[in-house]
């Protein structure tokens, strides 16, 4: 796989979470059914674990393209910045009929880049679709289950 994928994959991640750390915090402040509160300390913490994780996956796959755990991870990670474009910032801001934080950037970078990713790796047989999906719920379901851990140790260990 290309190296240039890679840090395409790096530069929309990194991106979207700077949009997500500019003005999450802020938005979740309102009262709504997909977000709890988070102050800006949490939430960088949090983002900022993440992005380490996202560029940890996606290096690991490059240099050790020949590992399934590594290319499990990587995908798992592609699928499920897909999937958080849609869910939750493209149908929290169509049901709250306000802008969610981090839309812009899932839909015009994770959406195309991470799918023009996967569809070079399936192009290539370097994935089935049963790796694509088992990756990206495990993936998506331990990136969800950190999420709450994270916001806990941010907000203890950085000033608000």
Known sequence: MGYYLVVFFCFAITLHNIEEAIWLP?????????????????????????????YLSAFS??????????KW???????????????????????????????????????PIN?????????????I???LFISTFVVGIILLALIPFLFKVGGKITPS
């Open 73 to 111: 991870i990587f995908i798992g990670f592609l699928g499920s910045m897909i999937f958080n474009a849609i869910f939750p910032h493209l149908i929290a801001t169509i049901l709250m009929k306000k802008y969610a934080p981090g839309l812009l950037t899932g839909l015009l970078l994770n959406l």
């Open 26 to 54: 802020k938005w979740s402040q309102q009262s709504s059914r997909f977000q709890k509160p988070v102050t800006s300390s949490e939430f960088h913490f949090a983002v900022i674990f993440i992005t380490i994780l996202a």
């Open 115 to 127: 799918s023009l990713f996967i569809y070079q790796m399936f192009s290539k047989n370097l994935i």
């Open 129 to 131: 679709w049963k790796e």
């Open 61 to 70: 796959f490059l240099y050790m393209p020949e590992s399934d755990f590594a």
